[in-house]
């Protein structure tokens, strides 16, 4: 079992950068991908970055290549979510995911890996961004 706890949203106004945490408990060493995706009212769940907890290259979503950037603690079991220049269309839950499995990335469709690719989801952070 691996827990996860979310930190770190708010409210911002457009232009604006927060630094979302997540940090895993329980069996964290069998973790081996970490992401994390958000979901606004009424809209669908969309994968935002993940990566291996073992090292190489992060994944991300075309939505928020270049804005976003996902990174990793391993002393602190925490992942981490940079999101620069927000604008409203960034506003909602944010959540952090994680998998035992041994995939993390773009299938051979060209497809994101899902959110309901993961075993464990945090409870979420809301994200207001502002105009």
């Known amino acids: 079992q691996v827990q996860l706890m979310e930190s770190g949203g708010g409210s911002v106004q457009t232009g604006g950068s927060l630094r979302l945490s997540c940090t895993a408990s329980?069996?964290?060493?069998?973790?081996?991908?970490m992401g994390w995706f958000r979901q606004a009212p009424g809209k669908e769940r969309g994968m935002l970055a993940t990566?291996?907890?073992?090292?190489?290259?992060?994944y991300y979503a075309d939505s928020v290549k270049g804005r976003f950037t996902i990174s990793l603690d391993n002393a602190k079991n925490t992942v981490y979510l940079q999101m620069n220049s927000l604008n409203p269309e960034d506003t909602a839950m944010y959540y952090c995911?994680?998998?035992?499995?041994?995939?993390?990335?773009?299938?051979?469709?060209?497809?994101?890996?899902?959110?309901?690719?993961?075993?464990?989801w945090g409870q979420g952070t809301q994200v207001t961004v502002s105009s």
């Open positions: 990566l291996y907890t073992g090292g190489g290259s992060p």
């Open positions: 995911v994680a998998d035992l499995s041994g995939f993390c990335g773009y299938y051979s469709s060209g497809t994101f890996i899902a959110a309901n690719d993961f075993g464990y």
């Open positions: 329980g069996n964290t060493y069998s973790a081996n991908c």
